[in-house]
């Protein structure tokens, strides 16, 4: 009986041994063929110091909309109107005040690139912009979504996207 336990105790070691020669052979055989692949392709290296830098000119512009108009869902539905056009919303939440007649923009940054490129989509007129310097860092200009939302005409093209607004 013996002779069947060390008979067992050998064939363990030897399926062990095995098993550790085919995982270094599998370890050697990637090594050498990684090696061959690098010899072969020399000329294909990328140098990282020099790579092509693509000069882009745009201006981001960021805004937070805010619902003022007490209509639920409507600051989300202006929201993904201006991301579906380019324009990067920040923040999308209540105003101060659920009771806000007109809707307006305030502007928080004197540059008249980022306001040419919003006003583009919101098309909104002189009297309803609000020139505010402060400066916060997550949000150039913001949408007060006023009562008056229906009269607009970035309400009426919300409409033709597909956006159901009326909530009853």
Same mark, same amino acid.
């Given at each position: 009986?013996?002779?069947?336990?060390?008979?067992?105790?050998?064939?363990?070691?030897?399926?062990?041994?095995?098993?550790?020669?085919?995982?270094?052979?599998?370890?050697?055989?990637?090594?050498?063929?990684?090696?061959?692949?690098?010899?072969?392709?020399?000329?294909?290296?990328?140098?990282?110091?020099?790579?092509?830098?693509?000069?882009?000119?745009?201006?981001?512009?960021?805004?937070?909309?805010?619902?003022?108009?007490?209509?639920?869902?409507?600051?989300?539905?202006?929201?993904?109107?201006?991301r579906k056009k380019g324009i990067d919303?920040?923040?999308?939440?209540?105003?101060?005040?659920?009771?806000? /007649?007109?809707?307006?923009?305030?502007?928080?940054? /004197?540059?008249?690139?980022?306001?040419?490129?919003?006003? /583009?989509?919101?098309?909104?007129?002189?009297?309803?912009?609000?020139?505010?310097?402060?400066?916060?860092?997550?949000?150039?200009?913001?949408?007060?979504?006023?009562?008056?939302? /229906?009269?607009?005409?970035?309400?009426?093209?919300?409409?033709?996207?597909g956006e159901n607004l009326s909530k009853?």
């Open positions: 009986m013996q002779n069947k336990e060390k008979n067992t105790g050998r064939n363990y070691q030897k399926w062990l041994f095995n098993i550790a020669i085919v995982c270094i052979a599998t370890v050697v055989i990637g090594f050498v063929f990684s090696a061959g692949q690098r010899l072969i392709n020399q000329d294909k290296k990328i140098d990282l110091n020099q790579t092509d830098v693509v000069q882009k000119n745009y201006t981001p512009v960021m805004v937070e909309v805010l619902n003022g108009c007490g209509v639920s869902g409507m600051a989300g539905k202006f929201s993904n109107y201006l919303v920040s923040y999308t939440g209540n105003a101060e005040s659920m009771d806000n /007649k007109k809707t307006y923009l305030v502007q928080r940054v /004197k540059n008249k690139d980022k306001f040419k490129i919003l006003n /583009k989509v919101l098309n909104f007129s002189k009297q309803r912009v609000q020139v505010k310097d402060t400066a916060t860092p997550h949000t150039d200009f913001t949408l007060v979504i006023g009562k008056d939302y /229906k009269e607009l005409e970035i309400y009426q093209k919300i409409i033709k996207t009853k």
